[in-house]
């Protein structure tokens, strides 16, 4: 397996960013003692998502490079949101895309007493206050960019009196959403975040570890920075949309009675990729209503349907440390991750036969010895370009299968397949020519009659002619059924709500196809997740829980090579 610190480019060698710089520099410096110490803390709301292996991949890598150390947090603040699915589901993420949390799973909710310990020392320094106002008034009051705030009327409680409504907070004795804490800082600030941002809020919800203990939660910005101190976090990493969170990261962590350097954040872009979209909401909301199968349905861009797809995870980390990390948002196209996909695919997948539209061929002309069909066992390679992968025997008779797209009655210009008087060539096995084709009421085609030539098994042309075309079969008595699912992007557009429409308008209901498949025997005993290549058509995994269901990971065309060209 390539580990993380091999993955920052394709030759192995550290690649340099803005934050590696910055962690080189805070080495040569003295700072932190020259300790290395990042966190990756997903919320547990929902399952991860590719931008989510993007963080991952910059952690975990960073701390194995640096010879550090990265913890898997989860903040687990917001009872309402979570469930235990969640955190198990990103615990099995994590493990897939191949890294290990440093010092075992952590949590938030660890840190509660300690938190509220804190947030006591902020009411008696003056540095927070208990407001009776709604969510709604506390919004309004803050203004917004270029307009005044408005200080709360109970900012200016004394210390004792917040002190003791905090602790009524704490204890039950106040209803839900009757008083929040805010940090005092700066009604006036240019900076939203710092205009008395609420703390801590009252929510009657089990949680999913400490129960009914607490029912006062602490808000991402003041457990966040907190939790990276308690656990000597050194190199706080997020996206750039914590950016504006910064400064109060900041004021949090000086307004505490903590010693030793503290941890400092550094943001960096987010991965944005076409025709995607990664907002926990939304994909939450295509799970309800029922658009998808599920977080790990394959069209879905969370790590569990990337796998259940098929996509390696060795690929994933490949991409992320080819893109990798720049300070200014940008969009990725999705056929450069594909293309990492394909890549590895192609080296290591084995190579089988299925049909997923199949019409019935009959050789007219097959030899019936004894009034049954012959049947000729054909020797095919797993892989054209590894032989170390070996060969299987595959089982060739009278009556085949052949995908309905190749043959044609009517074919249109430059089209080689089989067509009435054409010959071609059955892939390891005979050239075949079409004689005649049968059809039902309405003109569609149900079995092509066709003449073989035996002297051609295995490709070979003795007279040496040549035909236009090989195509995939299989034999008709041999075949084993299975169900296979092609896919579309599940947003048509490549940058959905770019237009100011909403995403979900975007939304492909036809993205999933699904095939009745006859395929050759082999694949009866292919396990659950393995990938193979069927020929012709693709990438194909076998779902995790029923390995006769197949799943196209990615097509055969190179898709991102041709943007390439196409740009020059």
């Not at 480019?9 to 520099?25: K, L, M, T």
């Not at 917001?78 to 010092?103: C, K, R």
């Not at 043959?407 to 060539?425: A, H, I, M």
């Not at 035909?467 to 299975?482: F, L, N, P, R, Y």
Request: aromatic fraction near 8%; hydrophobic fraction near 35%.
């Amino acid at each position: 397996m390539t580990t993380a610190a091999e993955a920052n480019n394709q030759d192995g060698a550290p690649s340099s960013d803005f934050i590696r710089d910055q962690i080189v520099a805070d080495n040569e410096n003295g700072r932190f003692d020259g300790r290395v110490q990042t966190r990756f803390p997903p919320e547990p709301n929902g399952y991860l998502h590719i931008g989510h292996a993007k963080s991952i991949c910059l952690n975990f890598g960073l701390a194995e490079e640096f010879g550090g150390t990265c913890n898997l947090r989860f903040d687990d603040t917001n009872p309402e949101t979570e469930d235990i699915e969640y955190v198990e589901g990103i615990i099995a993420d994590l493990e897939w895309l191949g890294f290990e949390s440093s010092d075992g799973i952590k949590y938030a909710s660890d840190y509660f007493d300690q938190l509220y310990e804190w947030a006591e020392h902020l009411i008696n320094n003056g540095l927070a206050y208990v407001d009776d106002q709604d969510a709604a008034t506390i919004s309004e009051q803050r203004g917004g960019f270029g307009q005044p705030g408005t200080e709360s009327p109970f900012r200016n409680r004394s210390a004792e009196e917040n002190l003791g409504l905090f602790r009524q907070m704490r204890d039950g004795a106040i209803a839900d959403g009757e008083k929040v804490l805010r940090a005092k800082i700066d009604m006036q600030h240019e900076n939203m975040q710092l205009r008395d941002p609420v703390l801590y809020r009252i929510r009657r919800v089990p949680h999913v570890r400490t129960g009914d203990t607490w029912i006062l939660y602490p808000t991402y910005d003041w457990a966040h920075g907190q939790s990276d101190a308690i656990e000597g976090v050194t190199h706080s990493i997020c996206t750039l949309e914590f950016a504006d969170h910064n400064p109060l990261y900041e004021w949090c962590l000086s307004n505490l009675p903590l010693t030793g350097d503290k941890p400092y954040q550094t943001e960096f872009a987010r991965l944005n990729l076409t025709h995607t979209v990664t907002s926990k909401r939304l994909l939450r909301k295509l799970v309800e209503d029922g658009t998808v199968d599920g977080w790990d349905d394959a069209r879905m861009p969370t790590i569990a349907g990337l796998r259940r797809r098929g996509f390696p995870a060795s690929a994933i980390r490949a991409f992320m440390a080819k893109i990798g990390v720049a300070k200014n948002n940008s969009t990725v196209e999705i056929e450069l991750l594909e293309s990492f996909v394909r890549d590895e695919l192609n080296a290591r997948a084995i190579r089988r036969m299925a049909v997923l539209d199949p019409i019935l061929v009959t050789i007219t002309n097959w030899p019936s010895p004894g009034g049954s069909d012959e049947v000729v066992m054909v020797t095919v390679a797993n892989h054209p370009n590894d032989e170390s992968m070996g060969t299987r025997e595959i089982p060739f008779s009278g009556k085949l299968f052949i995908e309905r797209d190749d043959f044609k009655l009517d074919p249109p210009p430059k089209y080689y397949r089989l067509t009435p008087g054409r010959e071609v060539r059955l892939r390891s096995g005979f050239f075949i020519t079409a004689v005649e084709a049968k059809t039902d009421s309405d003109g569609n085609v149900t079995e092509v009659l066709c003449t073989y030539d035996p002297e051609t098994q295995g490709g070979q042309s003795p007279d040496g002619r040549k035909v236009k075309s090989t195509i995939h079969w299989v034999s008709a008595a041999h075949a084993v059924d299975g169900t296979v699912h092609t896919y579309d992007r599940l947003f048509a557009d490549s940058h959905p709500g770019s237009d100011g429409t909403e995403q979900l308008d975007s939304l492909n209901r036809e993205s999933r196809q699904t095939f009745s498949a006859k395929m050759e025997p082999s694949l009866a005993e292919t396990n659950p997740s393995d990938v193979v290549q069927f020929e012709r058509l693709g990438y194909f995994a076998a779902d995790p829980q029923d390995s006769s269901v197949f799943h196209r990971t990615v097509g055969l065309r190179d898709e991102w090579a041709n943007i390439q060209k196409r740009k020059k």
